[in-house]
């Protein structure tokens, strides 16, 4: 099986106004195509030896498996945990349409 050559990557924050920094500066980097945020959820963790529970904003970026290294770079400097979750998964099918334009859209500058 080949890898996929899109993803889906996930990562959370804990404001909604982090989450659409962290959106935002990611598809003005070209790095995704697209961004999703999520309303709070809630997340139970343990750090530091203890039970945490927050609310935390998802955000949702749609990007290529190319592209991948530079977007997790970015994330973990944009970002103000020490471990920030950053998670890809693969897309393994999807309309040619709406693959091509995540395609398109995460093209370095250099290609355009």
């Not at 106004?17 to 790095?31: M, P, S, T, Y």
């Amino acid at each position: 099986m080949t890898a996929p050559a899109w993803l889906t990557v996930l990562t959370t924050t804990d404001s909604e106004d982090k989450a659409h920094a962290l959106a935002r500066g990611a598809v003005e980097a070209r790095l995704a195509a697209c961004a999703q945020i999520s309303a709070p959820v809630v997340s139970v963790y343990r750090w530091q030896n203890a039970i945490e529970t927050n609310e935390e904003w998802q955000v949702f970026l749609k990007t290529t498996a190319e592209r991948y290294d530079e977007l997790e770079d970015h994330i973990q400097a944009a970002h103000d945990y020490d471990t920030p979750e950053i998670i890809a998964i693969p897309v393994v099918r999807g309309s040619a349409r709406y693959l091509g334009w995540v395609m398109a859209e995460t093209a370095p500058e250099s290609a355009l």
